[in-house]
């Protein structure tokens, strides 16, 4: 059994309030709800309705190079009924969800389960190539939009922020993929140049099933399709994608201060939500 510190993690990204509409955007997918991951014999069906936990043992199988994390030596499947099987060179990932399950106290928090939502996208959207293709196709938008392109002459300390977190991953950016990427002031007639739009669909397209899972919720988080190339690539960690997400947020509290339980809760759930993504890419 399972015995860890509390891992909470936020299972969807959340539109805050301090997230200009801009940065929001149509693409949408189903994560399923908690209880499409519980097992279904006759007794579990009772905590499909009752959301209560009914199991009493976490483990994690292993067979034939797969993961399975089990309850009460159940395996665990996706909201489209498959067994939830991670590759045995994600066991980091295996562990992360074991976790999950056996920190659920006597009801289920559907919010402390984000490493079993993100592998169940992985297996049921993600696991065909056709897929991920549309996938991109969608999240190339955020690009258009992206977080980091879109730059403010003042106030001072804002102007300086941007110059911190965000030019670095351009200029990363343009360099690595020889690509060249606008900048703007304006919220009208914004788009990137077709070209630069190609090369990074082609290069994300590369990604695996398990990577792109990653990927995906970086872009749905950060509103940001080069923060999350970042990290998924590994030029930056989790705590740098966090404040370039957040540079717009960071200037406005250095302003204006903090707004309780918002500001805060924003801070925490953006680690969160990278967190997650980042913990999915880790390997052996």
């Known amino acids: 059994m399972f015995r860890a510190a509390r891992l909470i ?8 309030n301090n997230v200009s509409p801009r940065y929001l955007h149509g ?18 069906q009772r905590a499909n309705v009752t959301l209560k936990r009914f199991w009493k043992k976490v483990d994690v199988a292993e067979n034939n190079g797969l993961l399975t994390v089990t309850l009460d ?51 049921d959207g993600l696991r065909d190539e056709g897929a991920r293709f549309d996938l991109v196709a969608g999240l190339i938008k955020y ?21 911190e977190h965000w030019n670095p991953l351009l200029k990363w950016a343009e360099s ?3 690509i060249k990427i606008k900048i703007f002031d304006s919220l009208l007639g914004n788009t990137q140049p077709e070209e630069t739009k190609k090369v990074l669909v082609n ?15 970086a872009v749905l988080t950060a509103k940001s399709f080069v923060i999350a190339l970042a990290l998924v690539k590994g030029r930056i960690n989790v705590e740098q994608a966090a404040q370039a997400a957040h540079v717009e947020v960071v200037s406005q509290t250095q302003r204006w201060g ?8 924003d801070y925490y759930d953006i680690r969160r939500q990278l967190g997650s993504a980042a913990c999915v890419l880790a390997t052996n």
Not at 9 to 16: E, N, S, T
Not at 88 to 95: G, I, K
Not at 143 to 163: G, K, N
Request: glycine letters at 2%; aromatic letters at 6%; charged letters at 30%.
């Open 9 to 16: 993690l936020f299972v969807r990204p959340i539109a805050r």
């Open 27 to 44: 693409t949408r997918r189903s994560l399923g709800t908690v209880t499409d991951f519980i097992p279904k014999p006759a007794e579990e």
């Open 73 to 123: 030596k159940r395996a665990l499947r996706t909201p489209e009924g498959a067994k939830l099987e991670i590759p045995n060179s994600h066991r980091l990932l295996a562990s992360l969800i074991a976790i999950e399950w056996e920190n659920q106290e006597k009801l289920i928090k559907p919010h402390a389960l984000p490493m079993t939502s993100i592998a169940s996208r992985a297996i």
């Open 143 to 163: 690009f258009d939009t992206d977080t980091i392109c879109f730059h403010e002459s003042h106030p001072p300390a804002l102007v300086q922020l941007q110059e």
């Open 176 to 178: 690595k993929y020889k």
């Open 203 to 217: 290069e994300v397209n590369k990604l695996g099933q398990w990577e792109m899972a990653a990927f995906e919720r």
């Open 258 to 265: 903090e707004v309780e339980d918002t500001h805060d809760v």
